[in-house]
Structure formats: C-alpha cells, structure tokens
C-alpha cells in the first residue's frame, strides 16, 4: 500500500501491484494505515473516535476498502514481494545531469542549424525524399518503428528510474499497432515525481528530432543539396514533429493531458470534464433521465472538467492546424505526384510504382472500413446488463496510472 499526500485534506492510497487507487480523507487514510499496520477493526475504531472525536461506520469503511481491492480475504494468498526492477541504473544515466547536458547541447546545435539554413525545417515536402511513391510508404511506416521504440522505452526508462515496474504493451486498433507504456505505479509517488514519466517521451522526440537534422546537416554534398541519408532523415524527422503536435491535442489522453490533469490535481479529468458536459447538454435538453452520477468523480477533477472546455477546444485547434498544415499538403503532393506518373501515358517503373502504392493505400482504407463495421456488428451483439445487476462505482474508484 501506497500512502501520498495530495494537499492539506486529502491522501492518494492504492495498490502498486493492481494499479488500484483511491483519494481518502485524512482521517480515512489514517484509519487504513492503522489497518495496514495490523491493528483489530474494533480497537481501529475506537481509535478514530478518541482521535476525530466522531464515530465511524466500520461496515461502510470495510465494504470501501474491499471494493478497492485492499483487503485480503481469508484463504487467499499473500502477495508475493515484487521482482527487482531491471534497468534501473540505465534509467539514472539516461537522465543524469550529464545526459541532460547532451540533450541540451543537440537541441541548441540543431536549432542554430536551422536558423543558419533554412532549409533544414521540417515541411510536409520534405515526406517526398524519392520520386518511388512505394518507397516513401515503406520507409516512413517502418523507419517510424524504432523512433516509436525510443519514444516509449524514455517513458519506461522514466519510470523504472523511480522504481516502478514499467512495460511496454502493444496493442491492436484496427488496422494500426499501438505502442503504450503501463505506469500503474506511477500514483504511488509525489506529484512532483510524476512529470518527467509523463514528458520522457516528448523529450526523446525533440532529441531524436535534433539528431536527425543534424545528420542532415553534416552530409550535405558540397552544392548544398541533401544526400539520400539526409534527405531519409529529415523525411523522419517531419513525422516526429507531427508525433510532437499530436501531444498537444488535449481532448485526448496524451501526455500533455495527464502532465495538465497532475498539475491541475485532478485523477480523471478525461471522463470527468465529458461527463460534466454531457450532463450540462441533457440538462437544457429536460433529460434528467440521460445524466450521470457525477459523485462518481472527485470534486477537484468536477470543478476543473467544468472550466476544461477551452483546453478541449485547443487541442481541436491542433488538430485543424495538422490537418491544413501537414495532411493536406502531403495528400496533394502525394496525389499530384501520383497522378503525373499515372496520367504521363508511359508504363514505366514510375507508373507501376505509383499505381501499387495507390493500391495498397486503397487496401488499407477498405480494411479499415470491414473492421469498423465488424466492431461495431459485435458491439451491437453483446447483450445490455440490467440496471440492477450493474455496480456503481463510489467516489473512490479505482483508476488506472
């Protein structure tokens, strides 16, 4: 069990090895740490009265605890101590103050770069390294694997350097492979601790950013143009500034997002703030019926989900801004080029490339549009449960790091 103070009133406890967590009342927590520490229920009780100068209801508190998954039950085994976490003296050189240095000093080279040659920015053109549509496809789509990989492991590396047994997870959505990081432990030190986790990853971009144009850079051939090294690393280096811009789409669950729900002390602002929402909508609209139970939330993430609109409305913005400034252009320049070597009236390697690359993106577009519908099919199979059979969660539920 896991006990951090999260202001005067207030203490975040739950489980490292089931990610399980609660907010409690001081005095709540301070009953369950008597628990903990092995105390009878009746002398934990009168404790709290003698203490608090009040009661408190012991079967309440019990059926609290054992929802959370706090109790042991009678019979059931205790909870084998936790496997050493490996790597952790990588994770305290990664971010050393030496490392920082480093990082430090390619971010600042990489920008004075950019500020002397122009034409080291990141622009959606630069996508376009070959005139082979089908090369450009297989070497963004694979090329981003390993900037994925280093993404990832900086947010274990983050993790681990604390102690916490982080891993990477994958995962299937349709037609892509989502890489994530599992934190759940990362709730059980203080929020001060909980920053770098939640931005290694961007960190790790804004580096590998910097590096790959400065690989760029040094293997200019002595005309100025770029060699097909740079040309690949500033390809790449586009999809990592996109990967950056994504973080800022707030409505999500990036990591911005849970670097402005920490800062902000809130637990769920994600479904809080829709749920506040929604309620607010069905509300005008005479639908009491449609609303929520928002005690299901603690006050802080209620208060804050009611102001979080512009935030939600910034990362919509984002979004706009991804898609005139980066989709659009490289769909029309993937499309003019296409279209050239479609239309030129010659069947030559060009035309045979551009026109298997325009097949495999059609496969992928109907693929995704089977699968949705699959999903969606199943979704409608899967039978309703009765209201009655349904447990609510209390004010306390567990949340996942």
């Given amino acids: 069990m896991s006990f951090v103070p999260e202001g005067e009133d207030e203490v975040l406890v739950g489980r490292l090895d089931t990610g399980s967590y609660a907010v409690f009342p001081a005095d709540g927590a301070q009953l369950l740490r008597r628990l903990t520490e092995g105390m009878p229920l009746d002398e934990a009780a009168a404790w709290y009265e ?18 959370l998954g706090f109790v042991r039950e009678a019979g059931a085994e ?49 996508i376009f390294f070959v005139r082979s549509l089908l090369a450009v496809q297989l070497v963004i789509t694979f090329g981003q694997v390993p900037l994925l990989l280093a993404h990832e492991g900086f947010h274990i ?30 709730m059980s030190v203080e929020r001060r601790k909980r920053y770098l986790p939640f931005l290694a990853g961007m960190v790790c971009d804004g580096v590998v950013l910097a590096a790959l144009g400065l690989i760029a850079a040094a293997d200019r051939h002595h005309d100025g143009g770029f060699s097909l090294t740079g040309r690949v690393c500033l390809a790449l280096g586009f999809t990592v500034v996109m990967r950056i811009c994504w973080q800022f789409q707030l409505y999500l669950r990036t990591d911005l997002y849970y670097v402005f729900a920490t800062a902000l002390r809130c637990y769920d602002l994600h479904d809080a703030s829709k749920a506040v929402l929604r309620n607010r909508i069905w509300r005008l609209l005479r639908r ?23 935030f939600i409305l910034l990362g919509f913005c984002v979004l706009a801004a991804i898609t005139v400034f980066a989709s659009v252009p490289v769909t029309v320049g993937y499309l003019r080029i296409a279209t050239h070597a479609l239309g ?32 969606r099919r199943e979704q409608r199979r899967r039978t309703t449960p009765e209201p009655s059979s349904v447990l609510s969660p209390s004010p306390t539920a567990p949340m996942e790091g």
């Avoid at 009661?55 to 605890?65: G, H, M, S």
């Avoid at 590396?157 to 990362?186: D, H, K, M, W």
Wanted: with cysteine; net charge neutral; hydrophobic share 45%.
């Fill in 157 to 186: 590396l983050a993790g681990r350097r604390l102690g916490l047994p982080t891993r990477l997870r994958l995962s299937n959505r349709l037609t892509y492979i989502v890489a994530e990081t599992q934190t759940n432990g990362l």
């Fill in 344 to 375: 030129s009236g010659r069947v030559d390697a060009h035309f045979w490339d551009s026109l298997l690359s325009l097949v495999l993106n059609a496969a992928q577009a109907v693929a995704l549009i089977v699968l949705s519908r699959q999903k």
């Fill in 78 to 126: 205790e909870v084998s101590p936790a496997a050493p976490v490996r790597f952790q003296r990588l994770a305290h050189a990664v971010f050393s103050p030496v490392a920082w240095l480093c990082y430090l000093a390619v971010l600042v080279f990489w920008l004075l770069a950019v500020a002397r040659h122009g034409e080291l920015r990141p622009a959606p053109s630069q």
């Fill in 288 to 310: 009491p019926e449609r609303q929520v139970d928002e005690s299901r939330w603690s006050e802080q993430d209620r208060r804050v989900g009611a102001f979080y609109g512009p």
């Fill in 50 to 67: 003698e203490t608090f100068e009040e009661p408190v209801d012991v079967e309440d508190f019990v059926a609290t605890i054992r929802e």
